[in-house]
Each structure stands twice: as C-alpha cells, then as structure tokens.
C-alpha cells in the first residue's frame, strides 16, 4: 500500500520561502514511469495543480508558478519537497502530495491522473 505523508511549518511569513516535504511508503520515487506531485486548495477554490518531480528527476511547475518553484528528491531517502519562494497570503492553502499514474486520466493537470494522496497540510501565509 502506497503512503504520502506531508510535513512542513503550518505558518509562513509573507516574502519568505514556503518548504514542504512528502515522505512516501510503499513505493520508490524512481519507479517508472510515475510521477509525484503537489496540488494545492486555497480555501473557498477548487484544487490548484503546483507541479512535479518525475521518476527520472525531471520536473515540470505551473507557469503561474514556475519561477517561484523549485521541487527536489532525496532518492536515498525516498522523499520529494517543494519550495515556494517570496509567498504571499494567497498561497495559503492545503498542500497535497500525491502520486501520478495517469492510470484512469492522461492529463497530468487533473486530479484524477493521481492515485495515492497525502491527507494534506494546511500552510497559512501571514504576518
């Protein structure tokens, strides 16, 4: 069974970098041909695609969201993290990672092109 667990601070200060990681169970992040990702929901929005890091360590953001956007792994330890840079209160949101296998959707945008998902963190942008 595949498990996503996210970890991160729960408050962020506006300017600053926003650093979640995804530690993952019960699969490896270099197994071809999945993807892993992160989608977010601000509140009161439906979810917001952020980007991913492939099994071959490509990587692949949101052009809203692409400059700011940095995601890395960690393949000794199976993790994969994303960094926001120079946030502001509108990326206040739950962040999600999940795991894509475009098994039931071929658009990697769309949340049904994820299978496994973490529970979610929220993240809250404020001074």
């Known amino acids: 069974q595949v498990q996503l667990q996210e970890s991160g601070p729960g408050l962020v200060k506006p300017s600053q970098t926003l650093s979640l990681t995804c530690t993952v169970s019960?699969?490896?992040?270099?197994?071809?041909?999945?993807?892993w990702g992160w989608i977010r929901q601000p509140p009161g929005r439906g979810r917001e695609w952020v980007g991913v890091?492939?099994?071959?360590?490509?990587?692949y953001s949101n052009t809203s969201l692409k400059s700011r956007t940095s995601i890395s792994r960690d393949t000794s330890k199976n993790p994969f993290s994303l960094q926001l840079s120079s946030v502001t209160p509108a990326n206040t949101a739950v962040y999600y990672c999940a795991r894509g296998s475009g098994l039931y959707c071929p658009t990697i945008f769309a949340d049904l092109y994820y299978d496994y998902w973490g529970q979610g963190t929220q993240v809250t942008v404020s001074s």
């Open positions: 019960g699969d490896s992040i270099t197994t071809s041909f999945y993807v």
């Open positions: 890091i492939a099994y071959d360590g490509s990587t």
